[in-house]
């Protein structure tokens, strides 16, 4: 049985930071390009960051290049979303997602696994 569980996100005021970590199970993590979703309330769901499985090679959303860093840890069969510089716009649901062999996409439809989501929300 595929789980990916999100770690509790938070509340927290503009400008701070916040990690969210995902964890694996049921799959060879190794073999999953690993990426981060948000949604709000009334919009589709959107690309943030994913990390590939081959390479490691990273990629972001414009609206987080420069704030937000995704990494994996292959032994812990974990994922992270490192954000700073947190803004009022960044308050969503944020998922994680796997996918097996993964080039790197940034359509919701590549991902074949999906973590149950975590609230963030950034106070102005």
């Known amino acids: 049985q595929v789980q990916l569980v999100e770690s509790r996100g938070g509340l927290v005021q503009a400008g701070a930071s916040l990690r969210l970590s995902c964890a694996a199970s049921?799959?060879?993590?190794?073999?999953?390009?690993m990426a981060w979703f948000r949604q709000t309330p009334g919009k589709a769901r959107e690309f943030v960051a994913c990390?590939?499985?081959?390479?490691?090679?990273?990629y972001y959303a414009p609206s987080v290049k420069g704030r937000f860093t995704i990494n994996r840890d292959n032994a812990k069969n974990t994922v992270y979303l490192q954000m700073i510089s947190l803004k009022p716009e960044d308050t969503a649901v944020y998922y994680c997602?796997?996918?097996?062999?993964?080039?790197?996409?940034?359509?919701?439809?590549?991902?074949?696994?999906w973590g149950q989501g975590s609230q963030v929300t950034v106070s102005s």
């Open positions: 997602a796997a996918d097996q062999y993964g080039v790197g996409d940034f359509k919701i439809d590549a991902y074949e696994y």
């Open positions: 049921g799959i060879r993590f190794s073999d999953y390009t």
């Open positions: 990390i590939t499985w081959k390479f490691g090679t990273t």
